[in-house]
Structures are given as structure tokens and as C-alpha cells.
């Protein structure tokens, strides 16, 4: 994943938030702001905007090195239907990612799945990998109303 300031997907709509993809995920993934809030995020993106943050967070997915444990617990999280293409792709061995090419119906599904899925690996390395020796500005963000 790139540093802050990076090229990501802004957030088309959300009252010019400019929110990055990067920025509401690790967000999403550290508590600092709910899987319903990154949802509305999602929601108010238009089509093309959407393919691309699902393609951008299978990307971090992918660079989390998600397990189908993680799968598991992820969809667990998501709320999504365990039956869902998303959360049958994500619990494959090994994950498939062709999340933007599902069809539009599917993509808050998909969604959801992801952004469960990164949580529960990214928090799995930042507690092993990255555990008091982490440089990583996204694994270390400033609570909401703190400047970093």
C-alpha cells in the first residue's frame, strides 16, 4: 500500500470529503471508523469509481497475505451471506480477487467482504509483523480529532 498522500479514489459525493480508499479502509480496518460509515463512503461512488476501490482494496488484501482463516472470520464480520460470490471467492485457497468485475449489484457485497477480510489480516500483521517496530503510516493513524 502507498503512504498517505498517495493517489486514491475520492470520495464522489460524500460533501467533497476527499476521503482516499487507502484512508477509509485502514480506517474501517483499525476501529477508527465503522463498516457502516465506510459503506456510505462506498455507496456514494459512482460505478467506475466503485470498480476501482474494490480493485484498490483486493490490492491491500492481497498485500496483507490473506489467509482462509481470516477469509472466515471476515465474512463472519461482514454481514454478508456466506453464500455470496465475494465471500466464496475470499475463502478460497488461495483468495480469489476479481471483485470489480462482479456485476454492479454485487459490488457493496463485495464491499463488505473486503474490507472485513483486510481488517482481520491487517490486524494480524500489524500484531505479529509490524508488533513495536512498525513504520507503516496507515498502521498508524491518529484517532478522529487528532492531527497526525
Not at 480477487?97 to 454485487?106: I, R, V
Not at 483486510?118 to 492531527?147: I, M
Request: aromatic share 6%; charged share 20%.
Amino acid at each position: 500500500m502507498g503512504g498517505w498522500g498517495g493517489v486514491g479514489i475520492m470520495g464522489e459525493g460524500r460533501r467533497g470529503s476527499g476521503d482516499s480508499a487507502e484512508q477509509v479502509v485502514n480506517e474501517v480496518a483499525q476501529g477508527l471508523r465503522t463498516l457502516e460509515e465506510g459503506v456510505a463512503w462506498f455507496s456514494a461512488l459512482s460505478l467506475v469509481g466503485r470498480r476501482a476501490v474494490l480493485q484498490e482494496v483486493a490490492g491491500y488484501a492481497m498485500q496483507a497475505h490473506v489467509t482462509a482463516a481470516d477469509g472466515s472470520v471476515g465474512v463472519a464480520r461482514s454481514g454478508v451471506k456466506p453464500t455470496a460470490n465475494a465471500c466464496v471467492m475470499i475463502c478460497m485457497d488461495p483468495p480469489r480477487y476479481g471483485f470489480a468485475a462482479l456485476p454492479a449489484e454485487e459490488h457493496l457485497n463485495a464491499f463488505r467482504v473486503l474490507v472485513s477480510v483486510f481488517s482481520v489480516a491487517d490486524t494480524r500483521r500489524r500484531q505479529t509483523y509490524c508488533k513495536d517496530t512498525c513504520g507503516h503510516p496507515w498502521h498508524n493513524l491518529p484517532a478522529p480529532g487528532e492531527k497526525s
